[in-house]
């Protein structure tokens, strides 16, 4: 397996960041509320569209170039970037649409993974395990959520 650098994952969360930019909180009620990121094998390219599919930035990773087992690797990449970013409190001045989300999605725009889940009091890091039962915490949120 590849060794996750930690340029790497500083990188990406920067990519990530920098093409959210343009959301960050000044009145730019941009009704955004997801944010999809979108991974082609063959290239290696990896495209972040807003949920209008407006691309908002896309980058070439060449680390990232091979079958549908890359997703895997850049799944986990994504999140711990998205992690970072959230512990920086760098997504706290984005001006998004709360509960919103980060999507890994491929080619045909079908859902890989759902990376990060934001609402007003939680974040959600849904965990590459989350298919092998739900935990508590989660379960809790979930339906507290459902109560509303």
């Known amino acids: 397996a590849m060794k996750k650098s930690i340029l790497s ?6 990519f990530i960041e920098d093409s959210l930019r343009d959301y960050v909180a000044e009145g730019n ?15 290696g390219e990896l495209t972040i569209f807003n949920d209008d599919d407006v691309v908002l930035s896309e980058v070439i ?6 079958g549908d087992e890359v997703y895997h690797t850049a799944e986990s990449y994504m999140r711990d970037a998205l992690v970072e ?7 706290e001045t984005l001006d998004l649409v709360k509960p919103y989300s980060f999507v890994l999605i491929d080619k045909e725009k079908e859902t890989i993974a759902e990376l990060l889940i934001i609402d007003e009091q ?8 989350l298919l092998h039962g739900l935990d508590e915490e989660l379960d809790a949120f979930l339906k507290e959520l459902l109560e509303k």
């Open 85 to 91: 970013l959230r512990e920086s409190g760098n997504l």
């Open 61 to 66: 990773v060449d680390e990232w170039k091979g």
């Open 29 to 43: 009620h941009t009704m955004i509320t997801d944010v999809h990121l979108q991974l082609q094998p063959e290239t």
């Open 9 to 14: 994952v500083s990188a990406i969360g920067k």
């Open 122 to 129: 939680n974040t959600l890091f849904l965990s590459d395990n």
